[in-house]
């Protein structure tokens, strides 16, 4: 279990997530589950995944080594992507590669193919935009009506979340906002723990200010 949430205001995005991992009562370790993908003055993007940390790993690895273009002997990792829209279709598309690679598999020995991710930043001259992927490699984006978006173990920090942020909320309470929701998580739920990782982008300014 994880939790990872990102908040999208008016002046910036966070972007928190935990690094617990658990495969048994016996067997609990740390891994990194926010990934900024930085090139300063160019574009700043993170990724937080949730689910099976084999398959997220697996994306990972596809979105830094090289996806295959459709209908193209060509690849692209996400320094290619010219929008925050193309790198939330080339996220999906690495997920759907990885279902077809390992997914039939998984699900003969009864494993669920569990993975979901957020992914938000900013490309130069383009919009600062928040999205959720799904496992089947949709997705949906953050609005001004809906600042903010979650995966992992999510109950227990949403109705903060829902009475506290808005889209005019500044940034710096966000964070704070958000790692009161985590905490809320982390006292709830002994799967989501400590250390945690934050990253905090203002809008346009093309360089990570906290991670």
Do not use: W
């Not at 910036?12 to 990934?35: E, P, Y």
């Not at 173990?153 to 964070?175: H, M």
């Not at 929701?181 to 002994?190: E, G, I, P, V, Y």
Request: proline share 2%; charged share 25%; aromatic share 6%.
């Amino acid at each position: 279990m994880t939790y990872c949430v990102g908040l999208l205001v008016r002046d910036g995005l966070v972007m928190i997530s935990d690094t617990r991992t658990n495969a048994g009562l016996d067997n609990i370790a740390c891994f990194r589950k926010l990934h900024v993908f930085e090139n300063s003055g160019s574009r700043v993007l993170a990724l937080a995944t949730s689910g099976n940390l084999s398959i997220t790993q697996s994306v990972l690895s596809l979105l830094n080594e090289g996806l295959a273009k459709p209908d193209s002997d060509e690849t692209e990792t996400l320094a290619d992507a010219a929008t925050m829209f193309q790198a939330a279709q080339m996220v999906g598309r690495a997920v759907r590669e990885v279902y077809r690679v390992d997914g039939p598999t998984l699900e003969q020995q009864g494993n669920r193919f569990e993975a979901s991710f957020l992914l938000g930043g900013q490309i130069k001259d383009r919009r600062l935009r928040l999205y959720m992927i799904y496992a089947a490699g949709n997705f949906i984006e953050a609005t001004s009506d809906t600042p903010f978006l979650q995966v992992g173990e999510t109950k227990y920090g949403k109705p903060i979340l829902d009475r506290a942020v808005g889209y005019n909320t500044d940034l710096y309470d966000a964070l704070k906002i958000g790692l009161i929701s985590m905490d809320s998580t982390m006292r709830s739920n002994l799967a989501v723990g400590l250390p945690l990782d934050i990253m905090v982008l203002r809008r346009d300014a093309m360089k990570a200010e906290l991670k």
